[in-house]
């Protein structure tokens, strides 16, 4: 499978890697807008092609998968033209930046027959399929409440077009809850969900922190934080009747090596350790491009299906919403 990049920025350089440690993948084009910054980025990844024209690189016929590396206020005009191409498309996270643009996006994703995954790349990793494993296990009980928080100094990085904290890092926690409630109680359960959030802005004026509190079904509640001008900091934990998981390494960072608890209230605890061959972004293009040579249109469950992407997508115009 021939991949093609748009963008040349850091996150660019991270799937570069993943693809060319994926023996059944070529990274064959990259398009950017600086000449000199693509020259550099095709040296250092062997890539055999460059564009300085987006169109240019997703009208080439030699590529099989489009990943969409640009700012998130971009995904969905290149997502409509590489689906009117018909190529199978990776698109980062998040998806879009507003509803509207996710209905123009995955309306011509359906109308052109093509695979389409949103690239929340941990969904991928075995952690997760361990972790969906205790979850359905009934072993903590009935689900009570999640916690969550990620904050990272990304601020100076990020376009500001790209709409801040909610949708560069908020995404993490909101679609890990989705699909905590998802595997527990079925994701219906957020349907008749209230919410409330605070936040603050930075000084390019988009949301930069903020806390958004959910109740859901007949008792559950949510917690979630993000940041985007401090630290790195990850926290997750969910409660239910009978006792909690904590992960303790980065559920959003999964690597060779991660882990995370279970405890019983007042009676146990275990650590669960779940090795790995690689990261969350080595699974993520493996399991992409077995997909796209099996015909699939969309990722399978646990990972991120079209339909998933869209209600992640409700959740944070909501919570944006909400602060606003």
């Known amino acids: 499978m021939k991949w093609g990049i748009l963008g040349t920025s850091f996150i660019s350089g991270v799937m570069a890697e993943a693809i060319k440690n994926d023996d059944k993948s070529e990274l064959y084009a990259v398009a950017g807008r600086s000449e000199q910054n693509l020259k550099a980025f095709a040296e250092q990844y062997s890539v055999e092609k460059i564009f300085t024209d987006y169109t240019a690189l997703i009208e080439d016929e030699q590529v099989d998968i489009i990943y969409i590396a640009l700012p998130n206020h971009l995904h969905h005009d290149f997502i409509v033209k590489a689906a009117k191409q018909g190529k199978a498309i990776l698109c980062e996270k998040s998806l879009s930046v507003d509803m509207e643009k996710t209905k123009l996006a995955l309306n011509a994703v359906e109308a052109h027959g093509v695979f389409f995954a949103e690239g929340l790349m941990y969904l991928h990793h075995p952690l997760i399929r361990e972790l969906v494993s205790v979850l359905k296990s009934g072993e903590i009980g009935e689900l009570r409440s999640v916690h969550a928080s990620y904050i990272a100094s990304i601020a100076q990085f990020v376009n500001p077009d790209s709409k801040g904290a909610l949708y560069n890092l908020g995404c993490y926690p909101i679609s890990l809850l989705h699909l905590v409630v998802k595997s ?21 004026g988009n949301i930069c922190e903020s806390n958004l509190m959910m109740r859901f079904g007949d008792q559950q509640t949510a917690n979630l934080h993000t940041a985007e001008d401090h630290g790195l900091k990850h926290q997750f934990t969910i409660l239910g009747s009978k006792g909690c998981i904590t992960l303790d390494s980065n559920p959003w960072l999964p690597a060779k090596e991660n882990q995370f608890s279970v405890e019983i209230y007042e009676t146990s605890k275990r650590i669960v350790s779940v090795a790995a061959e690689g990261d969350a972004f080595f699974y993520q293009v493996r399991n992409i491009r077995e997909a796209v040579e099996n015909g699939k249109k969309a990722l399978e469950y646990p ?22």
């Open 184 to 204: 527990m109680l079925g994701e219906q359960a957020l349907e008749g969900r209230t919410a409330v959030a605070i936040g603050r802005r930075g000084q390019d």
């Open 303 to 324: 990972c991120a299906t079209w339909n998933d992407s869209y209600r992640i997508m409700q959740l944070l115009t909501e919570w944006e919403t909400l602060v606003s």
